[in-house]
Nanobody
């Protein structure tokens, strides 16, 4: 059973935009902090953004501040990552995860992981 499913990845030119979705099933994401992570080829996984479960506070890695926006729609049981002004270095597989809290921009004590969606930024 897949309880988190990412979608919305694809190929985009530098400066372009994509919106990623993270849809939850069989549980209510209201009670979880949701984080976005990414992993580029040959690199370690890194946290990108996190949105808290209680007040919806948002946090971003310095590398994406001002360009990415995380949001949640509890009625749709979905979290989004709007990515603007994309750069080649944003190329990675992006994963969403449901955890206990946001430790800054990193979601911790992960309960569920998605399988990821590929984002490629290239001219």
């Amino acid at each position: 059973q897949l309880q988190l499913v990412e979608s919305g990845g694809g190929l985009v030119q530098p400066g372009g935009s994509l919106r990623l979705s993270c849809a939850a099933s069989e549980f209510t994401l209201d009670y979880y902090a949701i984080g976005w992570f990414r992993q580029a080829p040959g690199k370690e996984r890194e946290g990108v953004s996190c949105i808290s479960s209680n007040d919806g506070s948002t946090y971003y890695a310095d590398s994406v501040k001002g360009r990415f926006t995380i949001s949640r729609d509890n009625a749709k049981n979905t979290v989004y990552l709007q990515m603007n002004s994309l750069k080649p270095e944003d190329t990675a597989v992006y994963y969403c995860a449901a955890g206990y809290t946001c430790s800054g921009y990193v979601c911790n004590v992960i309960r569920y992981w998605g399988l990821g969606t590929q984002v490629t930024v290239s001219s």
